[in-house]
């Protein structure tokens, strides 16, 4: 294909300067935000560098439609929505920027999950139920409930808290949410406001306190709208204040209608402002002093209104590494009241305000912890000090939402939404680090995991999440315990021995557990690709399937380690090409053979990579040998039961996202199946094939898992259980027993679905001496699966004959209290036995081409999955003995999925 330059995000670090706990090791600190969003972003680009119009709609739309065509089909792959098993962790929750509790029951709380759609809790956070899989976006950026009838509510979708808005001027449609969902029922049942549907992220929704119809919203891209008619229809009010404008938050006075505040920068340069309206938001003015116009891509303004005060609004700004501002005249004027030496450390990724709605001199600002102040903003207190799985709140802290009965006495309960869920402490002017606060992420399993792994002894599943750490769970437990601190990346369980695990921290620090994932130490000395600039934010790591002390990683340069149980070293074994490295994978039986995939789409393949300096060849170079996109190579899988298939999976919004080489990389060809039955234009994050049958093929895309059983040529969309979730990664688990998938998502935790394909084998002979006997099979189309109808197919009947008959039992051994087989040779059948118990007598007519055609109703419990029924047909044919009856040979099916 022919080479097109790429754009290339500058590499971003951390926007705010922190300090992890004291207990947190410096590998083991939270996320460099920016750097997990140029990763991000890196994968979703086209071979242009940008991302088409529409483009996550489109692939939504297409995966929808393979679901409507297959729904009235069998699941490929051998999956279904009754194979998947929801994994958790329950313990472990994944980023919450909005919550709202019904002001009618404070029992009633709702959380919405940044890429795992809307929770609802009926127990005031106790336990916590999704609203819906099939929403058109799962990314959750606020959550409103209407003051005057709160069976009215509105979820804005799409997460719009990412930095560099002057470099993504050029996506201008990144990968977005799906504009408004409003409820009336309590949130029942939901729907699409159609005049948002082209909202990329709405960051904020207000109802007017004198109004419900009057709405207010705040959109990146677009700067704030209203709405008068309860949302189906929008005005834009800010077009005229900034070009290409966006706005982070928007908030009426709980006192006054008339007035408003909100957040407003222009998309091309880092400057923030407050603007304010006093017509209910008609019309907007820049304040006038103080925060008109701050400098600083960290210059975030949050706004809140202090309610016991009217006028008073309060303003959290990263500039400065985080100071609050306050006006007292509706947001006109602006006074700073944190000491130019007192760093709270907000920034544009955590900025969370809260003011106290009976004292206007207690608020509390969310960061990287949570700090208090009671004095109006000039003297502030550390009140959590929280890490993973802590009673504290965790690190990176995003919104607050007091209980509905908070008086300032009585009830001074507030809750706190974090990068790891959510947290409330039951006195908020009492909390302090390590006291008064609780966890509330139980059963909350909106996890955001990059990459996992499984192996069947102790059924253990580990995964790299997103700011939870590395995290394993066992046993069927859903509850996960921490191996390794910061973001988690790429896992590898040693196949031969599960004690030894592999993962990563972000930028390629690899870290080994010798105790199947109860701990973990980092192996990182000598790996000189450690770090931001070397590696992608989460590098590829793999094992050799040949050899489990064969480790290698990929940075700038390929690396190797033949000693990574212990004393472990590095070496590097491909020169730096210029561009990060994506994807790597190692040929099972020929470990010389290894392919590596970089960011700019160039793949190369060595034949002797066991050697100390291996020679590279460039399967793909981006110019003269172009046979692939080039796009990010996120995936390499070397089909297991053909060394010779190699599969390539890509990012970006486009077509032809998984391409198939049959000669190991010479040659190329898309395997993206046809419409309807083809995979969407989206990135493709990982792929499997069937450790048995390399027809068999599952893909973890933007938009949910696909399954093909015809070597790719049809793909399914039918496998509901993990949803339309983005899926990072899908692979098997190692070990001895039946086949077990495993599959890591971006805001619904893990999953694993065990691979009972149905199968119908024969077995024993069919009647003696006969020349043509008849034969059964079943329809591939309708195999035996749990709760679908199996269909039996006959053939070579005799012509002529009106009917033939299918016997069906549950055993090939004994039937009516004698042994199988049983000969029929005194009924007239010479030569023929009777090879199944026959519990089930199916009649068919027989057709003019000699076949039939036999329906047979399938169990549906799980309890059934592998349980075998025997068949065998009885036809009529005259002449050929003296019943003038026979039988086919019999078969056995298998229940499945």
Not at 230 to 248: I, Y
Not at 624 to 646: E, F, G, Q, S
């Amino acid at each position: 294909m022919p080479m097109i330059t790429r754009l290339r995000l500058p590499l971003l670090l951390c926007a705010a300067a922190c300090t992890a706990p004291p207990r947190v090791s410096r590998e083991e600190l939270p996320e460099s935000p920016g750097g997990a969003f140029q990763w991000r972003v890196e994968r979703y680009l086209d071979e242009h560098g940008a991302i088409p119009d529409r483009a996550w709609q489109t692939a939504i739309d297409t995966r929808a439609r393979t679901v409507a065509a297959t729904a009235a089909l069998t699941d490929a792959g051998g999956i279904s929505p009754l194979a998947w098993t929801h994994r958790g962790p329950d313990n472990v929750a994944g980023r919450s920027r909005a919550l709202a509790i019904d002001p009618r029951n404070p029992q009633r709380i709702w959380v919405g999950a940044t890429s795992g759609g809307l929770w609802r809790s009926g127990d005031a956070g106790a336990t916590w139920s999704q609203v819906d899989d099939w929403w058109a976006n799962l990314s959750v950026g606020c959550v409103t409930i209407d003051p005057h009838s709160p069976d009215v509510m509105y979820v804005g979708t799409g997460e719009g808290h990412y930095s560099l808005a002057h470099l993504l001027r050029s996506f201008s449609h990144f990968v977005r949410g799906a504009g408004v969902m409003k409820s009336t029922d309590g949130g029942l049942t939901w729907a699409q406001l159609p005049a948002t549907a082209g909202w990329q992220h709405t960051t904020r929704i207000a109802v007017s306190p004198a109004n419900p119809a009057v709405l207010l919203a705040s959109r990146r891209p677009g700067g704030v709208a209203r709405s008068t008619d309860g949302g189906q229809t929008w005005t834009d009010v800010t077009g005229g204040l900034a070009v290409d404008p966006f706005s982070w938050q928007v908030a009426f006075d709980p006192n006054d209608a008339t007035r408003a505040v909100a957040h407003l920068a222009p998309g091309s340069v880092a400057t923030h402002h407050v603007i304010r309206s006093t017509d209910g938001g008609v019309t907007w003015q820049f304040a006038a002093s103080g925060l008109a116009s701050v400098s600083g891509e960290s210059s975030r303004i949050e706004l809140c209104y202090a309610r016991s005060s009217p006028g008073m609004v309060y303003a959290s700004c990263g500039a400065g590494s985080g100071k609050v501002w306050r006006s007292t005249d509706g947001g006109a004027n602006w006074t700073q009241r944190t000491p130019t030496g007192t760093n709270l450390g907000t920034s544009y990724y955590y900025n969370g305000l809260w003011v106290d709605p009976t004292d206007n001199s207690r608020l509390v600002v969310g960061a990287l912890h949570v700090w208090r102040s009671t004095d109006g903003g000039v003297s502030w207190t550390q009140t959590t000090n929280g890490y993973i799985m802590t009673v504290d709140p965790h690190l990176d802290v995003h919104a607050f939402c007091a209980d509905p009965g908070y008086d300032g006495a009585t009830n001074r309960r507030l809750y706190v939404a974090t990068d790891g869920g959510i947290h409330v402490a039951d006195d908020v002017l009492a909390a302090a680090p390590g006291t008064g606060w609780r966890d509330l992420d139980a059963t909350m399993r909106s996890t955001q995991f990059y990459a996992a792994a499984g192996h069947l002894t102790g059924d253990v599943v580990i995964g790299g999440t997103q700011d939870n750490g590395t995290l394993r769970v066992l046993g069927g437990s859903p509850t996960a315990n921490l191996v390794f601190g910061g973001d988690g990346g790429h896992v590898q369980i040693d196949p031969t021995n599960p004690q030894y695990t592999y993962g990563e921290y972000q930028y390629l620090g690899v870290h080994r557990s010798s105790n199947g994932g109860a701990s973990a130490v980092q192996i990182t000395s000598g790996l000189a690709d450690v770090g931001a600039g070397k590696s992608n934010f989460i590098a590829p790591l793999r094992l050799d399937p040949n050899d489990p002390q064969r480790l290698y990683a990929g940075g700038r340069s390929l690396w190797r380690t033949t000693n990574p149980r212990s004393g472990t070293t590095w070496t590097s074994i491909k020169p730096d090409a210029g561009s990060l490295i994506a994807s790597i994978a190692i040929t099972p039986g020929v470990p010389d053979r290894v392919f590596v995939g970089h960011n700019d789409g160039r793949l190369y393949r060595t034949v002797n990579g066991l050697a100390a300096a291996p020679t590279w060849t460039a399967l793909d170079d981006n110019a003269a040998n172009d046979p692939l996109p080039d796009r990010v190579p996120t995936r390499l899988v070397v089909d297991p039961t053909n060394v010779a298939i190699v599969y390539a999976c890509f990012g970006g919004f486009a077509a032809d996202n998984l391409w198939r080489s049959a000669d190991a990389g010479l040659t190329w060809l898309p395997v993206v199946g046809s419409a309807p039955f083809a995979l969407p234009p989206a990135p493709v994050y990982g792929m499997a094939v069937h450790p048995e049958d390399g027809n068999v093929l599952y893909a973890a895309t933007e938009v949910g898992v696909f399954a093909s059983d015809d070597f790719g040529a049809h793909w399914s969309a039918d496998n509901e259980g993990p949803a339309n979730v983005v899926c990072e990664e899908i692979t098997f688990a190692h070990g001895t027993g039946p086949r077990q998938l495993v599959l890591a998502t971006l805001g619904r935790g893990l999953w694993t679905a065990q691979v009972r394909r149905p199968a119908a084998v024969a077995y024993g002979s069919a009647c003696a001496g006969h020349a043509s006997p008849p034969q059964l099979g079943v329809d591939p189309l309708a195999p035996a699966r749990l709760g679908r109808t199996a269909t039996f197919v006959g053939s070579n009947l005799r012509v002529g004959q009106p009917f033939a008959f299918v016997a069906a039992g549950l055993s090939d051994q004994t039937w009516s209290g004698g042994a199988l087989p049983f000969p029929l040779d005194g009924y007239g059948m010479v030569g023929c036995a009777l090879q199944t118990s026959i519990e089930v007598a199916l009649m068919a007519p027989v057709t003019g081409t000699g076949e039939a055609r036999w329906d047979l109703a399938m169990p549906a419990g799980t309890q059934f999955l592998g349980l075998r029924i025997f068949a065998q047909i009885l036809a009529a044919d005259p002449g050929v003995n003296p019943a003038g009856l026979v039988t086919s040979r019999p078969i056995a099916m298998t229940l499945g999925f």
